[in-house]
């Protein structure tokens, strides 16, 4: 009943808490090097959350049936479900990412400093709202007892460390197209803190892994079916066995140019890494978690899923749309965060001057006078 759209829905709840990753240093440790940037986080945040719900959406089947999840309209079932309470995660998350960037925005744009204390108790609310849309999205999975592939203690630690892993390496390498062909410049001092952060992320990543292979491997039960037919195949059927170990070759990879620091700080090395992330855990939050929980069924029965024709391009059309999203924003917060782009009195946009993470044309030489 689950496949690839709760798949992809799962991994972008990751990629939309990692925001938090550049939030925390700019504003809890006032970092001056990320505040500059750090509303490109929220921005890919918010593209994340939307593409999240769409996933949601599709997944009904037909989206009428969204009244549903409507409080006083539909059926809700809050507190009492597990999916209520992700609704209510999901659009409280997305509504703080819409509403404070949108604040600093729109002050910088008439031209006035953002009150810190204004903002501050958003941006504190936020950061425990980001990881918790992850772990419940994780309790959502554990809940359910009659899957044992899911219900493990660990699976929330796994989902945090999975998305700070895939999500920052999202933002590495966002943040270096948007230095390379924006005016907006990104320190490398925050490239080399949110690597650092991956790094440590996927380490603790692998560890969780290694401790549910020993738990279902060491002394195998029945419970330990779904893991043998992901990693080994059971019966005959093993169509998801490839795409786990081209996950786990890809993470252990990754690990491994992370974490040897010459390497992490060669560029295109730590690009290819970052790719390498964010597909493999894909592959391990989306086919290699979903699809096994559900095989073999209560009853024995065993199957393999292959994501048809329809799925992958909605997914894609999906994925189209927040990467539009992501870029649609990008484009309006970055002229104002430059100040090339503010309000004036006579009702007009005008260029209003240059913050300090712009470029600035190279000056004029002139001789010394004397």
């Known amino acids: 009943s689950w496949g690839a759209y709760i798949a992809n829905f799962t991994y972008l709840v990751g990629v939309a808490a990692a925001a938090v990753m550049l939030v925390i240093p700019a504003y809890i440790f006032?970092?001056?090097?990320?505040?500059?940037?750090?509303l490109i986080g929220e921005g890919i945040a918010v593209a994340a959350v939307v593409m999240c719900m769409l996933f949601v959406t599709v997944d009904l089947g037909r989206p009428d049936r969204i009244w549903?999840?409507?409080?006083?309209?539909?059926?809700?079932?809050?507190?009492?479900?597990?999916?209520?309470?992700?609704?209510?995660?999901?659009?409280?998350?997305?509504?703080?990412?819409?509403?404070?960037?949108?604040?600093?925005?729109?002050?910088?744009?008439?031209?006035?400093?953002?009150?810190?204390?204004?903002?501050?108790?958003?941006v504190i609310l936020a950061i425990f709202w980001a990881i918790s849309i992850h772990t419940?999205?994780?309790?959502?999975?554990?809940?359910n007892v009659a899957r044992p592939f899911w219900h493990t203690a660990?699976?929330?630690?796994?989902?945090?460390?999975?998305?700070?892993?895939s999500g920052p390496a999202l933002i590495i390498l966002a943040l270096q197209l948007i230095?390379?062909?924006?005016?907006?410049?990104?320190?490398?001092?925050?490239i080399d803190l949110v690597a650092l952060i991956v790094t440590v992320s996927l380490q603790i990543n692998l560890f969780?892994?290694?401790v549910e292979l020993f738990t279902d491997f060491y002394f195998p039960t029945e419970h330990a079916a779904s893991a043998v037919y992901l990693y080994l195949g059971l019966h005959g059927y093993n169509a998801l066995v490839p795409w786990i170990w081209t996950a786990v070759g890809l993470n252990v990879v990754a690990v491994s140019i992370f974490t040897v620091h010459r390497w992490r700080q060669h560029r295109p090395l730590l690009n290819a890494a970052c790719l390498m992330a964010v597909v493999g855990v894909w592959i391990e939050k989306g086919?290699?978690?979903?699809?096994?929980?559900f095989v073999p069924t209560p009853i024995g029965e065993m199957f393999d899923y292959v994501p048809t024709q329809v799925e992958i391009g909605v997914s894609l059309a999906i994925w189209a749309f927040g990467l539009m999203?992501?870029?649609?924003l990008a484009k309006v917060a970055i002229p104002i965060e430059l100040g090339t782009l503010s309000y004036s009195e006579g009702g007009r946009t005008t260029g209003a001057g240059r913050r300090p993470g712009m470029r600035s044309p190279a000056a004029p030489h002139h001789p010394p006078t004397h």
């Open 287 to 293: 086919m290699g978690l979903i699809i096994p929980g």
């Open 30 to 38: 006032n970092r001056e090097d990320i505040k500059h940037i750090v």
């Open 325 to 328: 999203t992501f870029t649609a």
């Open 136 to 143: 419940v999205t994780a309790f959502l999975f554990s809940s």
């Open 179 to 190: 230095d390379r062909f924006t005016e907006l410049k990104v320190p490398s001092t925050v």
């Open 154 to 165: 660990v699976l929330g630690p796994r989902f945090l460390a999975s998305a700070f892993t």
């Open 68 to 122: 549903h999840l409507v409080p006083l309209l539909g059926r809700f079932h809050f507190p009492q479900s597990m999916l209520a309470w992700d609704v209510v995660v999901l659009s409280g998350y997305l509504l703080l990412n819409l509403t404070i960037p949108f604040y600093i925005l729109f002050s910088r744009y008439r031209g006035n400093e953002p009150n810190l204390r204004v903002y501050l108790p958003g």
């Open 208 to 210: 969780l892994l290694g």
